[in-house]
């Protein structure tokens, strides 16, 4: 079973790395538990990791207004989680493109 879903590129993810470069947010499985996420992290990117902190996500309901209609829908819960890798360390997202 895979634990990281992906990892989270955003403005706000972003800023969080300029600010610390050692810390990275993904996207993870809302079952997965802190030790978890941690050893798939350091198989997958080959680093060491120092912490890891998470947070739930619950789904939002989201209603648009169409020609049609009103259309109702829901956005999915997801786990979040912040890694916080060893002083020194990096990740390169972008080295297989």
Same mark, same amino acid.
């Given at each position: 079973?895979?634990?990281?879903? !992906? ?19 993904? !996207?993870?499985?809302?079952?997965? /538990? ?12 080959? *680093?060491? *990791? ?16 169409? !020609? ?6 829901? *956005?999915?819960?997801? !786990? ?15 080295? /297989?493109?």
């Amino acid at each position: 079973m895979r634990i990281i879903i !992906k990892p989270i590129i955003s403005e706000k993810s972003a800023a969080m790395t300029e600010k610390t470069p050692e810390r990275y947010a993904f !996207k993870v499985v809302p079952s997965a /538990n802190k030790i978890e996420i941690k050893n798939a992290i350091e198989a997958m990117y080959n *680093v060491k *990791v120092e912490s890891v902190n998470t947070m739930n996500y619950s789904g939002k309901r989201k209603a648009r207004y169409t !020609k049609s209609g009103l259309i109702r829908g829901k *956005v999915a819960a997801f !786990k979040k989680a912040v890694v916080t890798l060893k002083e020194g360390q990096t990740i390169d997202f972008y080295a /297989n493109i």
